[in-house]
């Protein structure tokens, strides 16, 4: 992630999200919240410094103060441009200065605080050195909910994503498949999210016969063969907000099983979407999606949790996954994904990013989940 995001967020929005967040830490018992460069700086701040490095940047949230980003004196001036800003103040340290000392003048010495989970450990270790009294706990563990409900703004940048990368699929969907390696499909893919508005691109999963029964393969050199089914699973940010969704394809006619896995994984990934609604625990939506692949017997075919959230990166809470009590909320924004896999023969996967309304959900992708014939 570089640059400073360009979403229509102002410095009100960004005091807002702060406040919040500092609140939410206190009810969770919590001295505060250390927040190290990545999607949660971004999202409380929209500061995303070019690079995180070992010059100590760290905005302190703590119940009772105003919000403080600790930022080494010759980044201060980008700091300063960011959209939320005018929201907190800086406090700057020169090389040759102890930029731990600054940042636990700032703290309670005996707190407990969330901290980033992308903090680099020789910052939170030289932390621990400054405050021995204070403990620290995983940001994404202690309020994995701070980012999952997204607002009016945050939905429609949601929305714009997810239709590039729709987009994209109605290019590829057209390329010749047949003969070209996965790695070349990936290529074009990636250049289609780009050329639809993608600032980054995440993934270009191309997972090509035998290929697709591997959830993990992203793309290799096999060459796509004539009969193939063809796993697509693409996506990234744009404009700050991720996109990620699955078709998959098949070159030429397929054979009748084939078509009626792809059929299940269709109806499995309709199921969980029909079961969103406000209320609803997230582990609902995996039993729903899953619950139609094993009563076809395909159940220890499909190995992977169903869903997870997406917001300012393509991959964050909440899970979709058995165990996950978490109630769904208007706002919340997470991908539905069943898939099955046939080791040594062919995978299909087929996800949509949704969206929680007051009465249901809404998809934010929109390309068909009909088996899609390529040449
Ligand atoms: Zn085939
Ligand atoms: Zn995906
Ligand atoms: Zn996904």
Known sequence: MTGTAP????????????????????????????????PDLVWLTGYAPTAATERLTLLVLAAGRDPVLVVPTLEAPDAAKAAGAPALSLRDWTDGKDPYAVAAALLDAGGRFGISDNAWAMHLLSLQKALPGASYASLTQVLPMLRAVKDAAELELMAAAGA???RAFEEIRRVPFAGRRETEVGADLADLLRRFGHSQVDFTIVASGPNGANPHHEVGDRVIEHGDMVVLDFGGLKD???????????VGEPTEEERRVHDLVREAQEAGFRAVRPGVACQEIDRAARAVIADAGYGPYFIHRTGHGIGVTTHEPPYMIEGEEQPLVPGMCFSVEPGVYLPG????RIEDIVTVTEGGGR?????TRELVIVD
């Open 345 to 348: 023969r062919f995978g299909v």
């Open 363 to 367: 998809r934010l992708n929109y390309t």
């Open 240 to 250: 700050g907000y991720g996109s990620d969704t699955s078709r998959t394809v098949h």
């Open 7 to 38: 979403a229509p967020f102002t410095a009100d929005d960004y005091r807002a999200r702060m406040a919040r967040a500092a609140r939410e830490a206190a009810e969770a018992g919590l001295a505060g919240l250390l927040v190290a460069p990545g």
């Open 164 to 166: 590039a990368a729709d």
